[in-house]
Structures are given as structure tokens and as C-alpha cells.
């Protein structure tokens, strides 16, 4: 017999650094979730992406047990990275922090793939290139066509 869902919490974690501490504590105490339970199993599968901000979608029931989801690193954690910056412009129309190629963007766009709402690279290069812009970091060069 299936679950019944109680809800889902939402959060950003660095990969195999969860603990107590807040945000995660009280996210999952208010909701009698075992804290340290899934701190343990969120460490073990993300010591591979150490040091990464990984969103991650926890599905609760009601008999307290939980799911979770680990997805890949957002758009914008992954442009900084790129870029080599350390934030985004607070003026992003008039003041630039940095570039990044159409290359890149298409790698970023590639790893993100799975988690956007898009079905071709194309479009999502244009989400990944939208996020840069938004963020007062160019993109170089002309958009690739595919003819």
C-alpha cells in the first residue's frame, strides 16, 4: 500500500556538508522529519559534489518517513563558477562583472538539461545565456546556429 504524502520541503544544501544547524534543522524538526537520518543519507550520496550547492526536494509522510531528491547545482552557482566571479552585479544593465563563451553556456545547459522545462540544447542555452545577462555577465560571441 502506497504512502500517504503529508508535503514537501525545499531546500539548498552544499553537497556532503548537511547538519543540525539551521536551515536544515528547523525545516525538518518543525515537521518531525529524523534530522540526523537524512543528514546522514544527504552526506553519503553527495560526497561526490563536495563544496556544490545541491537543491534538494525532500517528500515527507505521514508515518514521519521521507524521500529525497538530489538535483543538480543551480544555473546561477554554475555561471559564477564559470565566469569566475564571486556574485553577480547589483547593476546588471549598466555595470558587467564578467563573460563567459557560448561553449560554456552549452555545458552548463547540458549538466542542467534534466532539471529545466525545455526539450532542445538551443532553448536551453537561451535560459542558461537569459540567467548570465540577468546576473551583469556577458555571453561572447554570436548564438550558435544549427543548420
Do not use: H
Not at 65 to 74: A, L, M
Amino acid at each position: 500500500m502506497a504512502k500517504e504524502i503529508a508535503g514537501q520541503i525545499k531546500l539548498q544544501i552544499k553537497g556532503g556538508a548537511a547538519n543540525p544547524s539551521p536551515p536544515v534543522g528547523p525545516a525538518l524538526g518543525s515537521k518531525g522529519i529524523n534530522i540526523m537520518e537524512f543528514c546522514k543519507q544527504f552526506n553519503a550520496r553527495t560526497q561526490d559534489k563536495a563544496g556544490k550547492v545541491l537543491p534538494v526536494v525532500i517528500t515527507y509522510y505521514s508515518d514521519k518517513s521521507f524521500d529525497f531528491i538530489v538535483k543538480t547545482p543551480p544555473v546561477a552557482i554554475q555561471v559564477l563558477e564559470v565566469a569566475k566571479v564571486k556574485g553577480g552585479s547589483a547593476e546588471p544593465n549598466r555595470k558587467k562583472v564578467g563573460e563567459i563563451t557560448w561553449e560554456q553556456v552549452k555545458a552548463i545547459a547540458e549538466d542542467k538539461m534534466v532539471d529545466l522545462n525545455c526539450f532542445t540544447i538551443e532553448s536551453a542555452m537561451k535560459m542558461v545565456a537569459g540567467t548570465a545577462r540577468s546576473m551583469g555577465i556577458t555571453v561572447k560571441g554570436e548564438f550558435p546556429v544549427n543548420n
